[in-house]
């Protein structure tokens, strides 16, 4: 049974750093990818990484404040988020893909995870 559990959301000042974490089991993934959803919008990708050799992509407007990293070993893909602003408010999905392919497609991904909560107070 495939199992994605997300941890390390909470209520931060803009300018602050969070960090996300995202423990799977269960399967093994090729890709895995964070999404956020504020209220009112849809859901919007934000990161994805492959497993086998860490090449990410990223929405452009987190980069350069966002990572997003894997652990092979704890099977943990984590989302470093810097220089938090309002707009990245939202809750955060983690999701995985048995395929090794980068995509910024939500119907791309196989699993997902329950989401954490992220509010960024100005």
């Known amino acids: 049974q495939v199992q994605l559990v997300e941890s390390g959301g909470g209520l931060v000042q803009a300018g602050d750093s969070l960090t996300l974490s995202c423990a799977a089991s269960?399967?093994?993934?090729?890709?895995s990818g964070w999404f956020r959803q504020a209220p009112g919008k849809e859901r919007e990708f934000v990161a994805a990484?492959?497993?086998?050799?860490?090449?990410?992509d990223y929405l452009d407007s987190v980069k350069g404040r966002f990572t997003i990293s894997r652990d092979n070993a704890k099977n943990t893909v984590y989302l470093q988020m810097n220089s938090l602003k309002p707009e990245d408010t939202g809750v955060y999905y983690c999701?995985?893909?048995?395929?090794?392919?980068?995509?910024?497609?939500?119907?791309?991904?196989?699993?997902w995870g329950q989401g954490t909560q992220v509010t960024v107070s100005s």
């Open positions: 999701a995985a893909n048995r395929a090794p392919w980068l995509s910024r497609a939500a119907n791309r991904f196989d699993s």
């Open positions: 269960g399967d093994t993934f090729g890709a």
């Open positions: 990484i492959l497993w086998s050799v860490g090449i990410a």
